[in-house]
């Protein structure tokens, strides 16, 4: 096996690199494809680790700091693993001002974690974000994809729904996969 | 032609050319902070505004093309406030440290500042704290008083080809910086310094090792000798203010016998010692079918960006090693047993035009003495800086000479600090050694000669063979050889590759021109012609008859290539992480 330098799991044989090494080919033509390819290898690898990023340097030609540039420079990139689950709290005006800040808090105090970390069993990750478009529900939590009205002592619930949801999703797998 | 007016004054410049140019061409300066002419032409400084009529808001000028009957105005009330507005916001973020920078004035924002009249920083802000990156044995990176011009970037992206700084992050927390966050000694980085040179601020320098020369100096229990490279006597009269390109060889050697150097020697003499190194190289290489094209190694810029981009291209790396560092083993072997002197007690200093000598001098494998063989190295801009510690007046020494037997050099030896320089020395030497007859061996081989962008080629009939030879300067030019020999469309026998522009005269360790890096094309040529100058008032101008030389090999080395030139004068190289992305054009 090839080493990885990470530390976060990611081999330089790890067959994601084959799917994106075609996607590679297949806009190799196209100028300017670095940010299609980044979004790609995220969605295949969840974040981009030193590796990949790597990788599409050497594969696309492109310079790594130029990669590593645009890769910092968009919000939408990760460079550290995110969790199964993304809490984002909307830190928009109209969500602020009606007490964004409490409901991140006690996410903060709940989960163990700060904004933009993740929990140590790689559950949950803790985001801020600006404006989700539904000013008229705020203060407003992204939970997994799906925006959600809160107050602060919603979270709690909120928490516990998502621990369960894990769980149950671990037993319906088949007994082979679980580890 | 296009017709327009700048400040009132009728002008008529070629189409494509911007406002900034046609205003230069006429003389009129804009000020800059960010252009490079052709490579950084972003308008991130926002110094260069100024007024065209009919235009909405003030425009950039090194990014607007002039248009016929455009009117611009660069001295208006609101031009100069608007630049002054920007300089003050530049400053609230800076670290204003100028007693204590290295740029001991010579900078460009500072220049600029003064010319706008500020006089006071009305301006409270954030200030960026960040630790000095000084993990590169070479180069220093203070982003604290970085402007993030992005000049660094563009010359190391477009002029080296080699990409080890960026700008990564957003906003606020934008930065100059390696990949990944690393420090600069992880990066891919050639060590070539040319990101100092174009710098306008203290933020990108050359690691400071003058701390250690002096205590050297002040150490009266040490023997401490020095060498300079050929690029130094046409460069350091600049940090004086002498025009670039003074031949100020003889007050150069005055003004290191008053630092206190017990012995001023010649990198030139190991220049001569690794002609006649490579030259048996390349004849060995040509009669007994070895790895072709032979590239030159003296260029320590060069071989780390080798060993970064080009590992499976080190075999044809030559193995001697640079001069410096054939300077090196012979001071702590040779000189020290003919001198009765003990190694140990000999501290060896070099002066440099270069950055990426200092990472040379470090490498383990660099101690052929059993010592390190070169214990410090000092660029051009350090040598001037302990002069003027030191009080002494450059312009006002009297000329004196090289100490022997290390200082006798030949006008071969000088040209090595330019590109093609080391071309035609072994060029000389060769025509000489295949001819078997002085009289038919040229001396002047003006195709390998000159600063040109693109690769100079020549083929050259020596005693019945023809030579097919190339010189490249500048990194990324080295990169478009290198495709080319790899994929077998040029062929060579001999390469001479040089990491920085024009060689060694336009070095990351020179003197940088006041007036900033507009003046460095002017500036290489004038130091390369004086080499030139040099050269043909030498009354020896082949490097294999310096007697100093043949002393060396009748008393010490034998002959060349011999086994105790292999272990004092070759050396070996290694692939080096991380890979350097090669971007192939």
Redesign the interface.
């Known amino acids: 096996m090839s080493t990885c330098c990470c530390g976060m799991g990611v081999t330089t044989d790890d067959p994601r690199f084959a799917e994106l090494d075609a996607f590679m080919a297949s806009v190799r033509e196209q100028p300017g494809s670095l940010i299609s390819v980044l979004h790609k290898a995220q969605q295949l690898f969840g974040f981009l680790p030193?590796e990949v990023?790597?990788r599409i340097?050497?594969t696309m030609?492109?310079?790594?700091?130029?990669?590593?540039?645009v890769v910092?420079?968009?919000?939408l990139f990760n460079t550290q693993p995110v969790g199964k689950y993304a809490i984002s709290v909307c830190m928009g005006t109209a969500c602020y001002v009606r007490g964004a800040g409490r409901i991140l808090d006690r996410f903060a105090e709940e989960l163990g974690v700060q904004a933009g970390q993740v929990t140590d069993d790689r559950l949950f990750s803790l985001e801020v974000c600006r404006c989700v478009g539904a000013c008229s529900l705020a203060p407003v939590v992204v939970v997994d994809g799906e925006v959600r009205q809160l107050k602060e002592a919603d979270v709690p619930a909120v928490v516990a729904e998502l621990r369960q949801r894990s769980e149950l999703e671990a037993l319906s797998q088949p007994v082979s996969a679980r580890s | 032609m296009i017709n327009l007016t700048i400040d009132r004054v009728p002008v008529s410049v070629e189409p494509g050319t911007t406002v900034l140019e046609a205003a230069r061409q006429h003389g009129i300066r804009i000020p800059t902070l960010c252009y490079l002419k052709d490579i950084n032409q972003i308008g991130a400084c926002r110094m260069c505004l100024i007024e065209a009529k009919g235009y909405r808001g003030l425009q950039t000028a090194c990014t607007l093309p002039c248009a016929e009957g455009m009117e611009v105005s660069t001295n208006t009330k609101d031009v100069r406030e608007t630049r002054k507005l920007i300089l003050e916001l530049l400053l609230s973020d800076h670290n204003i440290s100028c007693p204590t920078c290295v740029r001991q004035g010579n900078c460009e924002l500072l220049r600029l500042s003064q010319e706008a009249g500020i006089t006071d920083l009305p301006i409270k802000g954030e200030l960026h704290q960040s630790a000095i990156d000084h993990s590169s044995p070479a180069i220093s990176l203070d982003a604290t008083k970085c402007v993030l011009c992005q000049r660094c970037v563009a010359v190391c992206r477009e002029v080296q080809g080699v990409s080890a700084i960026g700008l990564v992050n957003r906003g606020f927390e934008s930065r100059v910086a390696p990949f990944f966050q690393a420090q600069l000694n992880a990066a891919a980085c050639a060590n070539c310094g040319q990101c100092t040179l174009v710098c306008p601020t203290g933020a990108l320098t050359e690691r400071d090792d003058t701390a250690a020369v002096w205590e050297a100096l002040h150490d009266p229990t040490k023997h401490v000798i020095v060498q300079t490279a050929p690029a130094i006597r046409v460069a350091v009269g600049e940090t004086f203010g002498l025009p670039a390109g003074s031949i100020s060889t003889g007050q150069m050697v005055t003004g290191l016998r008053r630092l206190g150097f017990d012995r001023v020697f010649d990198t030139t003499f190991t220049a001569d010692l690794t002609i006649v190194e490579e030259a048996s190289e390349l004849e060995e290489r040509l009669t007994h079918g070895g790895t072709l094209p032979l590239i030159t190694s003296c260029s320590p810029g060069w071989v780390k960006y080798a060993e970064h981009f080009y590992p499976t291209m080190l075999p044809h790396l030559s193995t001697c090693k640079s001069p410096q560092q054939m300077f090196g083993a012979l001071a702590k072997t040779y000189y020290a047993e003919k001198y009765g002197l003990d190694p140990k007690d000999i501290v060896s200093v070099s002066i440099m035009p270069c950055t990426a000598k200092k990472f040379e001098a470090g490498r383990p494998e660099m101690n052929a003495s059993g010592y390190q063989d070169v214990d410090h190295v000092l660029t051009t801009r350090e040598f001037g800086r302990m002069l003027r510690q030191a009080g002494v007046n450059l312009k006002k020494l009297p000329d004196s000479e090289f100490d022997s037997p290390l200082g006798l050099s030949t006008g071969a030896g000088v040209i090595f600090g330019t590109t093609g320089g080391v071309m035609e020395a072994a060029l000389r030497t060769a025509a000489e050694w295949l001819t078997g007859n002085q009289l038919n061996g040229r001396v002047k081989f003006t195709e390998v000669r000159g600063e040109v962008r693109g690769i100079k080629e020549a083929t050259v009939v020596v005693g019945g063979n023809v030579l097919r030879v190339a010189v490249a300067n500048g990194l990324a030019a080295a990169a478009r050889m290198l495709e080319k020999i790899q994929a077998g469309e040029v062929q060579y026998h001999f390469v001479e590759i040089m990491g920085c522009p024009g060689g060694c005269i336009g070095g990351g360790g020179q003197p940088i021109p006041p007036d900033g890096p507009e003046e460095l094309d002017e500036v290489r040529q004038a130091r390369i012609q004086s080499l030139y100058t040099i050269d043909e008032m030498s009354t020896i101008r082949r490097s294999h008859e310096n007697p100093a030389v043949q002393a060396l090999y009748r008393e010490f080395l034998g002959e060349p290539l011999g086994e105790k030139s292999h272990h004092l004068l070759h050396t070996h190289y290694q692939v080096r992480h991380p890979a350097g992305v090669r971007t192939g054009r």
Do not use: M, R
């Open positions: 030193e990023e790597s340097a050497h030609s492109i310079p790594l700091t130029d990669v590593y540039g910092t420079f968009y919000n």
